[in-house]
């Protein structure tokens, strides 16, 4: 088998050129870089060789009908719990294609505000009232669309308060001690953060955490990279930049706690499902997200007053407004009304679940994007990956057509209410988790399928290597002309490195239970025109004219998928690469050592963790080579013994239990980041113990993180 040294990303310094706002649910521009060997870039075969099976897949991916798919998808109202008829079409399409298809209903918690609104009172009494719908653009025909709902962070708080209120930069507990440190007032004012750096609901409760009475979240220029009005771009609709009137929403629910429905965590939701208290999973207080266009007078209204940006000194605090000196304030007599009422209740939400059998039934692959959207669009997120979706589904159906059958069952699921915190895709799981977990070789997962032109992904060691290896087999979009395959586009973007998985899409409740994952998009770099992300401008229009123009990125991005689902599920042997997956957790060892030696427990001993990676990684090799002896032989019971362990060895990861204070987390490997909620940690319950500064649980999660390391070795190993 080729093998490729893969480097990782990890936990390290919050530095990332990238700076744009995306949020826990789209990790890319948000991971932490870290040191680590760079992945060599390969010479690619040009044009690439396929076999007859991989060009049917690829040659029937067709622009126009992703177009047509993207165009329904995107005209009508989908936010969780609202569209049944949407979910019953894409389960007719599936069935055209070829797949059984049903849909599964779950009852969640769901919030929507009753009542918003947000009025800055100037010391001289004059006012300046936000608006928190987007300007409707004669260019864009769904910025019209009926029934919009204003601009809402779900799960938020409710509350009429009017305070005086305080910019604090990125919203950060560094950004939050440094004010305290120059005396200013926090408690019962409201705070002002700029979206970025982490995660939005995680800038709610640390305000929340310093006894502030509400939360505003604003969009900033200074994430737009090159692309912006005060660089000289024009806004869309005339241009590539960002609208002005553009609002970013979100869940503001702390994401690196739970994962799904907030009444059932831990639990399927069904009718009679018991249901506990929403409190401890979602902030109290209200937050509101603002534009660029209403964030100005707010901003401006405290210039000269407060600590400045230069005596703050903080990453991202200084944002990218001419004429905006970004002093933190209060100012006197300035304040801010925000009533913000919001309500909740129980509803349903629809997956959609398509199955192809395969002929062998106890390995199965599961491949999913959500369909839900904050708004009527949803374009790139997420039905660029919804649309990719269908068009795989016939691709597959020719196959089907040619009396095809896959060797493993192929899932696809189209997970409803994703945006309030995951819920679809965790109830699903919940609800099937003993099949799932004895079952499941994969799950592969696509959020944002296209949003700009950069492919990347994220995800488990062993699957790394593969899903490399398939974008080379894929033509790249003419107009990047130095970049003819994927694969090339792909390495200029990430040079090579691959994440780990936080929490950031419906892969979260897979990973967390022990199934190995990866999760695929494409998005827009610092020079590409400005996504829009969950604003009403992520638009069919705005796909069509600037994201994605033709759609020849979701043709490349589907062709992808398919070639990475069809050898996930028809292969003889699973393809992995498990002396990679111990790369992998040799580099992650690397980092926990680096966070313990600038902890305040340097003598914290992990080489229990190491011991169980040396022991790990003599199982890799060794299964390794025993897989390439059976593949060349053929010998049918060996590679049945080779797949099943394959499928199962990751589950080792998650059989010590969950985590404390995080139950449903239960992958010792990564986890989401505590304060930062975007990006994963790594050996994230020894992390968490030494954050909170308690010595006795990190020494036992290093204890429990190993033996979870011993049981995925033990897995792997093959008798002599
Ligand atoms: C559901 O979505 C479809 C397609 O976008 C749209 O035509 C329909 O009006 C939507 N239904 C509702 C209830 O909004
Ligand atoms: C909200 O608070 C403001 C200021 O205290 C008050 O004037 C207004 O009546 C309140 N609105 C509601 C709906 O309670
Ligand atoms: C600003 O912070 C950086 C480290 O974050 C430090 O090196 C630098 O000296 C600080 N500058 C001032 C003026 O305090
Ligand atoms: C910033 O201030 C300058 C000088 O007063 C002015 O010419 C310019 O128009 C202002 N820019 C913006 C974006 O307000
Ligand atoms: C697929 O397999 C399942 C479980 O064995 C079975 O219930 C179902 O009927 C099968 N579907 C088809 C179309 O054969
Ligand atoms: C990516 O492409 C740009 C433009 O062709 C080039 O300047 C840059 O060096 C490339 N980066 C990598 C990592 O390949
Ligand atoms: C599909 O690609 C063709 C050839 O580049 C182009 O002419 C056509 O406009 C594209 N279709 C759509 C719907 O974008
Ligand atoms: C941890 O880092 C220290 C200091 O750099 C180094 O001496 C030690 O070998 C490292 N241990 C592991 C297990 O990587
Ligand atoms: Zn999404």
Same mark, same amino acid.
């Given at each position: 088998?080729?093998?490729?040294?893969?480097?990782?990303?990890?936990?390290?310094?919050?530095?990332?050129?990238?700076?744009?706002?995306?949020?826990?649910?789209?990790?890319?521009?948000?991971?932490?870089?870290?040191?680590?060997?760079?992945?060599?870039?390969?010479?690619?075969?040009?044009?690439?060789?396929?076999?007859?099976?991989?060009?049917?897949?690829?040659?029937?991916?067709?622009?126009?009908?992703?177009?047509?798919?993207?165009?329904?998808?995107?005209?009508?109202?989908?936010?969780?719990?609202?569209?049944?008829?949407?979910?019953?079409?894409?389960?007719?399409?599936?069935?055209?294609?070829?797949?059984?298809?049903?849909?599964?209903?779950?009852?969640?918690?769901?919030?929507?505000?009753?009542?918003?609104?947000?009025?800055?009172?100037?010391?001289?009494?004059?006012?300046?009232?936000?608006?928190?719908?987007?300007?409707?653009?004669?260019?864009?025909?769904?910025?019209?669309?009926?029934?919009?709902?204003?601009?809402?962070?779900?799960?938020?708080?409710?509350?009429?308060?009017?305070?005086?209120?305080?910019?604090?930069?990125?919203?950060?507990?560094?950004?939050?001690?440094?004010?305290?440190?120059?005396?200013?007032?926090?408690?019962?004012?409201?705070?002002?953060?700029?979206?970025?750096?982490?995660?939005?609901?995680?800038?709610?409760?640390?305000?929340?955490?310093?006894?502030?009475?509400?939360?505003?979240?604003?969009?900033?220029?200074?994430? +737009?990279?090159? #692309?912006? %009005?005060? @660089?000289?771009?024009? /806004?869309?609709?005339? $241009?590539? &930049?960002?609208? !002005?009137? *553009?609002?970013?929403?979100?869940?503001?629910?702390?994401?690196?706690?739970?994962?799904?429905?907030?009444?059932?965590?831990?639990?399927?939701?069904?009718?009679?499902?018991?249901?506990?208290?929403?409190?401890?999973?979602?902030?109290?207080?209200?937050?509101?997200?603002?534009?660029?266009?209403?964030?100005?007078?707010?901003?401006?209204?405290?210039?000269?007053?407060?600590?400045?940006?230069?005596?703050?000194?903080?990453?991202?605090?200084?944002?990218?407004?001419?004429?905006?000196?970004?002093?933190?304030?209060?100012?006197?007599?300035?304040?801010?009304?925000?009533?913000?009422?919001?309500?909740?209740?129980?509803?349903?939400?629809?997956?959609?679940?398509?199955?192809?059998?395969?002929?062998?039934? +106890?390995?199965? #692959?599961? %491949?999913? @994007?959500?369909?839900? /959207?904050?708004?009527? $669009?949803? &374009?790139?997120? !997420?039905? *660029?990956?919804?649309?990719?979706?269908?068009?795989?589904?016939?691709?597959?159906?020719?196959?089907?057509?040619?009396?095809?059958?896959?060797?493993?069952?192929?899932?696809?699921?189209?997970?409803?209410?994703?945006?309030?915190?995951?819920?679809?895709?965790?109830?699903?799981?919940?609800?099937?988790?003993?099949?799932?977990?004895?079952?499941?070789?994969?799950?592969?997962?696509?959020?944002?399928?296209?949003?700009?032109?950069?492919?990347?992904?994220?995800?488990?060691?062993?699957?790394?290597?593969?899903?490399?290896?398939?974008?080379?087999?894929?033509?790249?979009?003419?107009?990047?002309?130095?970049?003819?395959?994927?694969?090339?586009?792909?390495?200029?973007?990430?040079?090579?490195?691959?994440?780990?998985?936080?929490?950031?899409?419906?892969?979260?409740?897979?990973?967390?239970?022990?199934?190995?994952?990866?999760?695929?998009?494409?998005?827009?770099?610092?020079?590409?025109?400005?996504?829009?992300?969950?604003?009403?401008?992520?638009?069919?229009?705005?796909?069509?004219?600037?994201?994605?123009?033709?759609?020849?990125?979701?043709?490349?991005?589907?062709?992808?998928?398919?070639?990475?689902?069809?050898?996930?599920?028809?292969?003889?042997?699973?393809?992995?690469?498990?002396?990679?997956?111990?790369?992998?957790?040799?580099?992650?060892?690397?980092?926990?050592?680096?966070?313990?030696?600038?902890?305040?427990?340097?003598?914290?001993?992990?080489?229990?963790?190491?011991?169980?990676?040396?022991?790990?990684?003599?199982?890799?090799?060794?299964?390794?080579?025993?897989?390439?002896?059976?593949?060349?032989?053929?010998?049918?019971?060996?590679?049945?013994?080779?797949?099943?362990?394959?499928?199962?060895?990751?589950?080792?990861?998650?059989?010590?239990?969950?985590?404390?204070?995080?139950?449903?987390?239960?992958?010792?490997?990564?986890?989401?980041?505590?304060?930062?909620?975007?990006?994963?940690?790594?050996?994230?319950?020894?992390?968490?113990?030494?954050?909170?500064?308690?010595?006795?649980?990190?020494?036992?999660?290093?204890?429990?993180?190993?033996?979870?390391?011993?049981?995925?070795?033990?897995?792997?190993?093959?008798?002599?």
């Amino acid at each position: 088998m080729p093998r490729l040294t893969i480097s990782v990303l990890l936990l390290g310094a919050l530095a990332y050129a990238c700076q744009r706002d995306w949020d826990a649910l789209h990790r890319r521009p948000h991971q932490h870089r870290a040191r680590n060997t760079h992945a060599k870039r390969a010479e690619v075969e040009y044009p690439p060789s396929l076999s007859e099976t991989e060009s049917i897949l690829v040659n029937s991916f067709d622009n126009k009908s992703i177009s047509d798919w993207s165009y329904y998808y995107t005209h009508g109202d989908h936010l969780g719990s609202h569209n049944k008829t949407m979910a019953e079409w894409t389960a007719d399409k599936w069935r055209d294609a070829g797949f059984d298809a049903h849909l599964a209903e779950y009852p969640i918690w769901v919030t929507y505000p009753e009542h918003s609104s947000l009025t800055l009172i100037r010391p001289d009494g004059s006012t300046h009232e936000a608006n928190l719908v987007e300007d409707v653009l004669e260019e864009d025909d769904t910025s019209s669309y009926p029934n919009v709902i204003p601009a809402f962070h779900a799960m938020s708080g409710s509350g009429n308060v009017t305070a005086e209120y305080v910019y604090v930069g990125r919203g950060t507990q560094a950004d939050f001690q440094v004010l305290k440190d120059a005396g200013i007032e926090l408690e019962g004012k409201i705070a002002m953060a700029n979206y970025g750096a982490i995660y939005r609901g995680t800038k709610v409760k640390n305000a929340q955490d310093n006894g502030m009475a509400g939360c505003i979240i604003f969009t900033d220029p200074l994430d +737009d990279g090159e #692309v912006t %009005v005060e @660089n000289g771009y024009a /806004a869309y609709p005339d $241009g590539p &930049a960002r609208n !002005p009137s *553009s609002i970013q929403r979100g869940s503001v629910r702390f994401s690196s706690l739970y994962s799904g429905d907030p009444t059932t965590v831990g639990w399927a939701s069904a009718p009679d499902s018991a249901r506990g208290d929403v409190a401890p999973y979602n902030p109290s207080i209200p937050s509101i997200p603002l534009s660029m266009k209403d964030a100005l007078p707010l901003l401006a209204a405290l210039q000269g007053h407060g600590v400045t940006a230069k005596e703050a000194n903080r990453s991202g605090w200084e944002g990218a407004f001419a004429n905006i000196t970004y002093d933190s304030g209060p100012a006197p007599g300035a304040v801010v009304n925000m009533n913000h009422i919001m309500n909740g209740w129980v509803a349903p939400v629809w997956d959609v679940i398509g199955v192809i059998n395969g002929t062998s039934p +106890d390995e199965v #692959v599961v %491949v999913g @994007n959500h369909r839900d /959207a904050w708004v009527i $669009g949803g &374009a790139a997120d !997420p039905n *660029s990956g919804s649309a990719i979706m269908i068009e795989l589904a016939y691709a597959f159906g020719k196959l089907l057509d040619n009396g095809w059958k896959p060797r493993r069952t192929i899932v696809l699921g189209s997970w409803d209410a994703e945006e309030f915190g995951l819920q679809g895709s965790t109830e699903w799981v919940e609800s099937h988790l003993p099949w799932l977990t004895s079952v499941t070789v994969a799950y592969v997962n696509i959020d944002v399928g296209t949003s700009g032109p950069r492919p990347d992904f994220s995800g488990s060691g062993e699957i790394q290597a593969f899903v490399i290896e398939q974008m080379k087999k894929v033509l790249f979009p003419e107009a990047w002309g130095d970049f003819p395959t994927l694969y090339d586009m792909w390495y200029n973007t990430t040079e090579g490195e691959v994440a780990p998985l936080g929490s950031g899409s419906d892969y979260a409740s897979f990973y967390q239970n022990g199934i190995g994952c990866i999760d695929i998009g494409a998005s827009n770099g610092p020079t590409d025109p400005v996504y829009h992300y969950h604003s009403n401008y992520d638009s069919y229009h705005w796909m069509s004219t600037f994201g994605d123009p033709g759609f020849k990125v979701h043709a490349a991005m589907g062709q992808w998928l398919s070639l990475i689902v069809y050898h996930m599920a028809d292969d003889v042997l699973i393809p992995w690469d498990l002396p990679n997956a111990a790369t992998v957790l040799q580099a992650y060892v690397a980092e926990l050592n680096d966070t313990v030696v600038e902890s305040d427990f340097p003598d914290l001993d992990i080489s229990p963790i190491v011991d169980a990676i040396d022991e790990f990684t003599k199982q890799a090799e060794n299964i390794a080579k025993v897989a390439e002896q059976a593949h060349a032989f053929g010998d049918q019971i060996l590679l049945a013994v080779v797949n099943a362990k394959y499928r199962d060895f990751p589950r080792g990861y998650a059989s010590v239990g969950g985590m404390p204070g995080r139950e449903t987390f239960r992958n010792v490997i990564s986890a989401p980041g505590i304060d930062n909620g975007y990006g994963a940690d790594v050996f994230p319950a020894v992390t968490d113990s030494i954050n909170k500064g308690d010595q006795e649980a990190a020494e036992e999660w290093v204890g429990k993180s190993s033996k979870a390391i011993l049981r995925a070795a033990e897995v792997l190993e093959v008798g002599a």
